[in-house]
């Protein structure tokens, strides 16, 4: 199971910092990704990175913004959010790939495991 946690409410311009965490599995054989659905859209990719943690992606809308790492002998993937903006309002999830591929994954069908989601609201 995936946990995602981290969210809440913060002004424009503020940070965030989210971190997903695995239960009864090995986040080292996982690509792990972000991704946020708000309101009304379809979910969409934010960030990703591979296994090892040296191959990341992000969305343009994030990239210089936000910052993904992960820590493997905890089991946990974060996702370090700056200069926060009301358009990033949404729920954002965090979900895992078991693979033996080295590369990420931006696409969400790719994904196996979801966690449930937390809410990062902005306010302007």
């Known amino acids: 199971q995936l946990q995602a946690c981290g969210g809440g409410l913060v002004q424009a311009g503020g940070s965030l910092r989210l971190s997903c965490a695995a239960s009864?599995?090995?986040?080292?054989?996982?690509?792990v990704g972000w991704f946020r659905q708000a309101p009304g859209k379809e979910r969409e990719f934010v960030s990703t990175?591979?296994?090892?943690?040296?191959?990341?992606s992000y969305a343009d809308s994030v990239k210089g913004r936000f910052t993904i790492s992960r820590d493997n002998a905890e089991n946990t993937v974060s996702l370090q959010m700056n200069s926060l903006k009301p358009e990033d309002t949404a729920i954002y999830y965090c979900?895992?790939?078991?693979?033996?591929?080295?590369?990420?994954?931006?696409?969400?069908?790719?994904?196996?495991?979801w966690g449930q989601g937390t809410q990062v609201t902005v306010s302007s």
């Open positions: 979900a895992a790939k078991a693979t033996t591929f080295m590369g990420v994954f931006r696409s969400a069908p790719g994904y196996d495991y």
């Open positions: 990175i591979n296994r090892s943690g040296g191959i990341t």
């Open positions: 009864g599995r090995t986040f080292g054989n996982c690509a």
